[in-house]
T-cell receptor, first 117, second 110 residues
Framework: GAVVSQHPSWVICKSGTSVKIECRSL??????MFWYRQFPKQSLMLMATSNEGSKATYEQGVEKDKFLINHASLTLSTLTVTSAHPEDSSFYIC?????????????FGPGTRLTVT | TQLLEQSPQFLSIQEGENLTVYCNSS?????LQWYRQEPGEGPVLLVT?????EVKKLKRLTFQFGDARKDSSLHITAAQPGDTGLYLCAGDTGGFKTIFGAGTRLFVKA
C-alpha cells in the first residue's frame, strides 16, 4: 500500500491564485521530505528539501517566496504555489526517505498535477 | 556538479525482445537506485545497489552496479507490455540528496 500520500491529485486554478499541496507520510515519521517537479516526458527536478521544524532548503533557481514550504509535523509537509502562473503548470511530486540519515531509497507520493489557466 | 546520464532516452521495442538501459556518471555514489514511473504516478523503487560489481535480479530485470560505483545498468529479458514506463536511475551522494538521471522511456508493443 501507499506510504506517502499527496492531496490533491490534480488541481486547476486561475492565474494569480495560490494553491496548496499536501504531502503526508503514512505510518512513519519523516523529518525530511523532498519536493520535485516534473515536466512532461522529463525527469524529476528537485525543488527543495523540507525539514521538520526548520526552514526548507531550496535548490538554485527555485524562488522560496513563490514556493512556500511548511513542514509543521513529522508526517506532513505542504507546498504552496503562490501567485501561480501558467508556467507553473507541472506535475509536483513529494518523497520521504526510508532511512533516517540519508536520502537512500525514497517513498514517492502519487504526484499532484497542477494546471494554471 | 554531479550528473547521471541515462541512455537511451527513449526505447520502443516488440514484446519478447531484450533491452539494456545504462546510467553513467563521473562521480562515485554511495548507492544507486532504479525506479519505475508510470504516467500520472510517482516513481516506485525497483532496487538499490550498494556494492561495486553487485548484481541483483528481480524476475526478468537484472541490475548491475559498476565496479567503481560510477555506473549501472538495467537489463530486461523478454520485455512485456507491462514493462512500459519511465525508468529512472538515482544516485545517493551520501549527503541526503539524490541525483536523478533524465530517465529512459520504454514502450513495449504487444
Amino acid at each position: 500500500g501507499a506510504v506517502v500520500s499527496q492531496h490533491p491529485s490534480w488541481v486547476i486554478c486561475k492565474s494569480g491564485t495560490s494553491v496548496k499541496i499536501e504531502c503526508r507520510s503514512l505510518d512513519f515519521q519523516a523529518t525530511t521530505m523532498f519536493w520535485y517537479r516534473q515536466f512532461p516526458k522529463q525527469s524529476l527536478m528537485l525543488m527543495a528539501t523540507s525539514n521538520e521544524g526548520s526552514k526548507a532548503t531550496y535548490e538554485q533557481g527555485v524562488e522560496k517566496d513563490k514556493f512556500l514550504i511548511n513542514h509543521a509535523s513529522l508526517t506532513l509537509s505542504t507546498l504552496t504555489v503562490t501567485s501561480a502562473h501558467p508556467e507553473d503548470s507541472s506535475f509536483y511530486i513529494c518523497s520521504a526517505p526510508r532511512g533516517a540519515h540519508s536520502s537512500y531509497e525514497q517513498y514517492f507520493g502519487p504526484g499532484t498535477r497542477l494546471t494554471v489557466t | 556538479t554531479q550528473l547521471l546520464e541515462q541512455s537511451p532516452q527513449f526505447l520502443s521495442i516488440q514484446e519478447g525482445e531484450n533491452l539494456t538501459v545504462y546510467c553513467n556518471s563521473s562521480s562515485v555514489f554511495s548507492s544507486l537506485q532504479w525506479y519505475r514511473q508510470e504516467p500520472g504516478e510517482g516513481p516506485v523503487l525497483l532496487v538499490t545497489v550498494v556494492t561495486g560489481g553487485e548484481v541483483k535480479k528481480l524476475k526478468r530485470l537484472t541490475f548491475q552496479f559498476g565496479d567503481a560505483r560510477k555506473d549501472s545498468s538495467l537489463h530486461i529479458t523478454a520485455a512485456q507490455p507491462g514493462d512500459t514506463g519511465l525508468y529512472l536511475c538515482a544516485g545517493d551522494t551520501g549527503g541526503f540528496k539524490t541525483i536523478f538521471g533524465a530517465g529512459t522511456r520504454l514502450f513495449v508493443k504487444a
